[in-house]
């Protein structure tokens, strides 16, 4: 796998760039390569007091400054309000960030399907700690716990001769 110097990591709701790429993104941050993430939606009213939205977007910072990440941006969408947002204002949105990045990678957490995996097995370690800092996302259920991210990782890992591995499924190589 190709090293960027610049990668984008879009993420649906704060928790999801660590728990999808977490490891790969410690990976890249700790060979040099520029990381910017995008979080895309949080919890905010009308569902959820403000003040939640403000505790979930601590935590990542802080796990962001953990896996190496230098630039972020919230665009604070109510996360059940993201359907009622207009597709060309989402989109302009995202490609702005993407655009001004300029990366030469966009990451986007995705659950199956995938065909590339990264060894992250020297990166867990942060993966691990930067999830810890998700207090108020991590844990509730059994599907979002450490337990169960690390379990993920262990078996992809094993699907592909290493200790631990984040899935990613191509979508376009530009060459």
Same mark, same amino acid.
């Given at each position: 796998m190709m090293t960027p110097k610049k990668l984008v990591v879009v993420a649906p709701h704060p928790d999801d760039e660590t728990l999808g790429c977490g490891g790969t993104i410690a990976r890249f941050a700790g060979v040099g390569t520029e990381v910017s993430v995008l979080v895309v939606s949080g919890h *905010?009213?009308? *569902?959820? @007091?403000? @003040?939640?939205?403000? #505790? %979930?977007?601590?935590?990542a910072e802080a796990a962001f400054e953990i896996m190496?990440?230098?630039? %972020?941006?919230? *665009?604070? #969408?109510?996360a059940t309000l993201v359907r009622d947002t207009p597709v060309a204002k989402l989109n302009g949105q995202i490609g702005g960030f993407i655009r001004s990045a300029a990366p030469e990678m966009v990451l986007i957490p995705f659950p199956d399907r995938h065909i590339v995996f990264v060894d992250v097995t020297r990166h867990m370690p942060k993966k691990k700690a930067a999830l810890e800092c998700y207090a108020s996302q991590i844990n509730h259920a059994p599907s979002r716990s450490i337990e169960a991210c690390m379990a993920l990782a262990r078996f992809r890992g094993s699907q592909n001769g290493c200790h631990y591995a984040e899935a990613f499924k191509v979508v376009r190589i530009v060459v």
């Open positions: *905010l009213p009308p *569902l959820y @007091d403000r @003040d939640v939205f403000e #505790i %979930s977007r601590k935590e190496g990440v230098t630039n %972020s941006e919230f *665009l604070a #969408i109510p």
